[in-house]
């Protein structure tokens, strides 16, 4: 799986989320697998930063580590500092810096996701126990995420 279908397929994912769940939407993992991909709800998500790195290291080391899981994708809804609603959309794999994007809520669903870019420094740092838990998936082979 390239990079560019990490970013598709967690794009999907979110499409369905969107289309499945009553807003506002929960907090959810990507994880893609040879057979299935997985999408998991995470209930209750935590608003700080370090509560949300807690709760995402607890997730990657019972969900990640031992299927040695080498990408993932988080989705979230969020509010935007001028108003309005977005579904944000973050990914990343083994070797790989986190991107991200985000498509605004639009009358029954999603309208078409922003340009993606590379999480700036300092952004959204509770997704490293998931970038941890991918870096740690084993050696890049030729089927990795590149």
């Not at 994912?13 to 991909?37: H, I, W, Y």
């Amino acid at each position: 799986m390239t990079l560019g279908e990490l970013a598709d397929l967690c794009r999907e994912a979110a499409r369905d989320l969107a289309g499945r769940e009553a807003r506002p939407l929960p907090a959810a993992v990507v994880l893609p697998g040879e057979e299935t991909t997985e999408i998991v709800t995470l209930p209750g998500f935590p608003a700080g930063d370090d509560a949300r790195a807690a709760a995402l290291a607890d997730f990657a080391e019972q969900r990640m580590r031992p299927r040695g899981v080498p990408c993932y994708g988080f989705l979230a809804e969020a509010e935007l500092a001028g108003g309005g609603d977005v579904l944000l959309v973050a990914y990343g794999a083994r070797g790989q810096g986190a991107r991200v994007t985000a498509a605004p809520f639009e009358d029954g669903g999603l309208a078409p996701f922003l340009d993606d870019e590379p999480v700036a420094h300092g952004a959204l740092p509770f997704l490293a126990p998931l970038q941890a838990a991918a870096d740690a998936a084993g050696p890049p082979d030729v089927t990795a995420v590149r």
